[in-house]
């Protein structure tokens, strides 16, 4: 038996990775234990084709949001960001582009070219989100959630971006308060596309709609140097960096709770150590979401003390929206057929694929909502260009990956069930995804040298949290958006969730963050000299080397060593 401060159940790069660091650098002894080979299995980097390298699944690298990158001087551990001059855009078969860039005057150049009305409305909604993205994202991400007061502040602070009234906001789905900002039908389906992957809110749920649209335009989207498994491994270095110890290849049995409290992890029988058994001291924090987190407790111990949340992990939604993956190999650069329209488009890293009119957007957010997987699909695929932002993913011949991602609903009813993604079904989308990127991308197809598919089912197999292929730690549908996500303190004494929580689980670490805040809050440990770093702050700080293009490779980096 060993003994830790803190056990986190789970070395995910949202939740329970960035937790551990934070806990371990102020004082604590923390041990992660994680069920597979290595930390941040949802974030990997690897070559799927010799010398280009591909990040499939935590793909977009949201951490130039977090304080992480200061307060854990994650750069002095070998982390480097880059992003481009558009945080993302869209492109049409209509030879049209629509850009969101950092610099409020190109977008509203570009948006201008659609509607001057429009260009003027974006220039001033986005200098008013520049004025408050500071304080949107203590607000809304980087504090641990529920919390009622701090709601009512980030309801003041969409309606005050957008220049709606609250008590209108509060009326519109999302689809309504993008018509009532916008006259132009392809600004408004650029303005859905954040808001239509249920990042922030479900669209067409009245104020919770409107508000993601808000909520949505306070984030960050960048590459990392090497690969986005390279945010890992600088958590990695910084938690052993500081004494922490790491458990691989050890799934775990259950959460033992003793006299109302978390207080140990026993692992199953087929773990490295079988059967081991891991005393916490003073906390166990649980990165591996609603569902699972139930089962390593069981339903009984959890009902017990509070029989509704009981019943809501039980029956926590995962299934709106599971990820489908592609990453294709092309020899090149991506041709978009709108590079004449604005020629910014060249240089982008992130763009997406957005319906073929404003009614289609509406239709596609009715078709995710009702299960409906191929009236979703082809709608809307959110396209990476790693190459854009680093060097070391295109070859010595020009070889880049392109890595498309659509959200569609899980079931495939009548389509054969769930279990049809291992059929006909995988092959299927790779021909349809083909025919629509060489649509908005002519000569697509001729640079096309090869491709691999991921369904939801490969998804969850390789992230055990990521039921039915759901990333975010579970949908974010009416019943479960802030107030009502998984608590961060949980009913049983020493217990704490980092999955599942608000804000969603992706590379901007927020859970973790907010986890590790309301641990070292309840230990008395959260008063530390270093931990003071304010979200956005490093990257509005430095995004002018952010977008200086990386000339040349960088030096290998070192393998993580783990216990």
Not at 157 to 169: A, H, K, N, Q, R
Not at 209 to 224: D, H, N, P, Q, R
Not at 247 to 252: D, E, H, K, L, Q
């Amino acid at each position: 038996m060993e003994t830790y401060d803190v056990i986190v159940v789970g070395g995910g790069v949202s939740g329970g990775l960035p937790a551990a660091a934070y806990l371990q650098k102020a004082g604590l002894k923390v041990a992660i234990i994680e069920a597979r080979p290595e930390l941040g299995n949802f974030c990997p980097t690897h070559e799927t084709w010799p010398e280009t390298l591909d990040s499939p699944h935590a793909s977009i690298n949201f951490s130039g949001n977090s304080p992480a990158i200061e307060d854990l001087e994650l750069e002095r551990y070998g982390y480097r960001l880059r992003t481009t001059p558009v945080v993302l855009g869209t492109t049409h078969r209509d030879g049209t582009n629509c850009l969101i860039c950092y610099d409020p005057e190109l977008t509203a150049k570009n948006f201008a070219r659609h509607s001057q009305r429009d260009g003027e409305t974006v220039f001033a909604i986005q200098n008013r989100v520049l004025e408050k993205m500071i304080e949107m994202n203590e607000l809304a991400f980087y504090s641990p959630h529920p919390d009622p007061v701090k709601l009512e502040q980030i309801l003041d602070l969409c309606s005050y971006v957008t220049g709606v009234p609250l008590d209108e906001m509060s009326s519109m789905t999302a689809p309504e308060l993008i018509e009532h900002l916008f006259e132009s039908d392809r600004v408004r389906q650029t303005f859905l596309c954040p808001v239509a992957l249920h990042l922030q809110g479900a669209p067409l749920a009245r104020g919770q709609g409107a508000f993601a649209v808000a909520l949505s335009l306070f984030y960050t989207t960048g590459i990392a140097i090497g690969g986005n498994e390279a945010l890992v491994e600088a958590l990695a270095r910084c938690f052993l960096g500081y004494g922490g110890t790491i458990y691989t290849n050890c799934p775990v049995e259950r959460i033992e709770v003793k006299d109302g409290k978390a207080d140990a992890v026993i692992l199953a029988a087929g773990a490295a150590l079988p059967g081991a058994r891991f005393e916490a001291r003073r906390a166990v924090i649980s990165g591996v979401g609603a569902r699972k987190t139930l089962e390593l407790l069981s339903e009984d111990v959890v009902r017990a003390v509070d029989s509704r949340l009981a019943s809501k992990m039980k029956h926590w939604k995962m299934d709106e929206r599971g990820s489908t993956v592609t990453s294709w190999l092309i020899n090149g650069e991506m041709p978009w057929g709108s590079v004449d329209f604005d020629p910014l488009i060249a240089r982008a890293h992130l763009i997406y694929r957005a319906y073929d009119s404003w009614q289609g957007a509406k239709d596609y957010l009715v078709a995710i909502t009702t299960n409906d997987t191929w009236r979703a699909f082809g709608n809307m695929i959110e396209i990476l260009d790693y190459g854009k932002c680093d060097p070391n993913a295109v070859s010595p011949e020009g070889y880049r990956v392109i890595r498309g991602e659509e959200a569609l609903p899980y079931p495939l009813r009548g389509l054969g069930g769930p279990e049809a993604w291992d059929g006909e079904i995988r092959d299927e989308l790779v021909r349809r995804r083909n025919e629509v990127m060489e649509s908005i991308a002519p000569g697509f197809n001729s640079r096309l040298l090869d491709v691999y598919q991921w369904t939801p089912v490969d998804i969850w197999r390789v992230n055990q949290a990521a039921t039915f292929g759901q990333v975010l730690g579970g949908d974010f549908s009416e019943d479960q958006w802030i107030l009502d996500r998984m608590p961060y303190r949980m009913p049983i004494g020493g217990l704490y969730m980092s999955t599942s929580t608000w804000p969603l689980a992706l590379t901007w670490m927020a859970a973790g963050y907010n986890a590790a805040q309301v641990v070292a809050e309840d230990l008395g440990i959260r008063n530390q000299g270093w931990w003071k770093a304010r979200p956005v702050a490093w990257f509005l700080h430095n995004i002018g080397e952010l977008l200086e293009p990386l000339a040349v490779k960088p030096i290998e980096r070192q393998p993580v060593t783990t216990r």
